[in-house]
Structures are given as structure tokens and as C-alpha cells.
């Protein structure tokens, strides 16, 4: 059974900082990994789709990578925001392409 | 073009009372699915749709049931709602054609009293 594992749970940063989120995975046979990000009480937003046969996406300040061998994933963001402040949240996609199974999520607060 | 949409926003049931969540997408997406998010359970898949007039069980479908009758729609019904039922719940719609990338809409809040 797939489990994806995001650590850490919560980080703090000041405002202008690079930082990286990890997401882990327990099985290499995906067929993509999505990073989303979900502000209180409101639903979830797409930022990067990696397929399996690719190693990063990237889009503004962000970038994310795929190592489907070591079963790893990670959200870099750069020179961080206020306004990035939120929870992020990986997740894989099986290789039948119809089940998305989720991490617990890293919430990310910016301070100014 | 509003994405995916869900109605209603925030719904109160007493145990044992049914309702129907509506999903709706006006992207043409082949794929719905229903998730539930739960504080330290994160979001779960419900039942999911390959395409109309088909349904599969996802992770935690008991209590549940959905149909898919147009492209655009997807319903989940609670017919006998418990206490357990409590949570946010989400629809999400995704085409293979975009790699199968997924979008969500704002959430149902339901709580069972």
C-alpha cells in the first residue's frame, strides 16, 4: 500500500528565505507526483505536476523534483513570501492513473 | 469557466438524516472523484468516476454512495448520515490528456450532530 510522508509537519521561516519541503513515497510506481497548496478552510490548489518520466517542474518561484528510484520529492521555494504562508501538500498518483493518495501536509507560515 | 464547483457550502445533519453533495466540472474532464479531509487523516478518497456511468470504491467508500449520470456531475449521498461523517469533503476532476493532473473544488463543510 502507497504512503507518503511529509516532513516536516510545520515550519517558520523569515520572510525572504529559500526553503525546501520533502515528500517522501513507499512505492516507485507512480504516475505523477502533484504539489498543492491549501490555504484555512478553503480547497486545494494545483501548483506542479511531475510525470514519472520527468525530474522537475518548474513554475515563478517555485521548483519541484521527482527521484522515483529513491522514492523522494521536493518543493523548493524561492526568496519566500507572507503571502506563501499555507499548508502544502504532495501526493502520488498509482500507476493506473485513478488513485491520488496524499501526504499529511507541511504547514509553511512566512514571517514578515 | 468556473472549474469545479460544490453545493452545498456548510451543511448541519442530524444522525441518520440523508443528503446529496453535488460536484460539478466545465472542463470536460473524463475523471471525478470525492475525497474526505479529516484533522491527522488528511484527505481520503471517497468513490471516484472513470467516466459517466461509471463508479469505483476508493479508500473509506462505506456509508457512501455516488453516480454519475452526466459528464459534468458527480454526486455522493449519505443515506443514513453518523457522527463519523463529520468532515470537509472535496471533488476534484482530472483529464489523462493533462497527465491526469488533478483540480479541486472549495469543499462541502458537513457536520453530523
Known amino acids: 500500500k502507497q504512503e507518503v510522508t511529509q516532513i516536516p509537519a510545520a515550519l517558520s521561516v523569515p520572510e525572504g528565505e529559500n526553503l525546501v519541503l520533502n515528500c517522501s513515497f513507499t512505492d516507485s510506481a507512480i504516475y505523477n507526483l502533484q504539489w498543492f497548496r491549501q490555504d484555512p478552510g478553503k480547497g486545494l490548489t494545483s501548483l506542479l505536476l511531475i510525470q514519472s518520466s520527468q525530474r522537475e517542474q518548474t513554475s515563478g518561484r517555485l521548483n519541484a523534483s521527482l527521484d522515483k528510484s529513491s522514492g523522494r520529492s521536493t518543493l523548493y521555494i524561492a526568496a519566500s513570501q507572507p503571502g506563501d504562508s499555507a499548508t502544502y501538500l504532495c501526493a502520488v498518483l498509482d500507476q493506473g492513473a485513478q488513485k491520488l493518495v496524499f501526504g499529511q501536509g507541511t504547514r509553511l507560515t512566512i514571517n514578515p | 469557466n468556473a472549474g469545479v464547483t460544490q453545493t452545498p457550502k456548510f451543511r448541519v445533519l442530524k444522525t441518520g438524516q440523508s443528503m446529496t453533495l453535488l460536484c460539478a466540472q466545465d472542463?470536460?474532464?473524463?475523471?471525478m472523484y470525492w475525497y474526505r479531509q479529516d484533522p491527522g487523516m488528511g484527505l481520503r478518497l471517497i468513490h471516484y468516476s472513470v467516466g459517466e456511468g461509471t463508479t469505483a470504491k476508493g479508500e473509506v467508500p462505506d456509508g457512501y454512495n455516488v453516480s454519475r449520470l452526466k459528464k459534468q456531475n458527480f454526486l455522493l449521498g449519505l443515506e443514513s448520515a453518523a457522527p463519523s461523517q463529520t468532515s470537509v469533503y472535496f471533488c476534484?476532476?482530472?483529464?489523462?490528456?493533462?497527465?491526469?493532473?488533478?483540480?479541486f473544488g472549495p469543499g462541502t463543510r458537513l457536520t453530523v450532530l
Open positions: 472542463m470536460n474532464h473524463e475523471y
Open positions: 476534484a476532476s482530472s483529464y489523462s490528456g493533462r497527465g491526469n493532473e488533478q483540480f
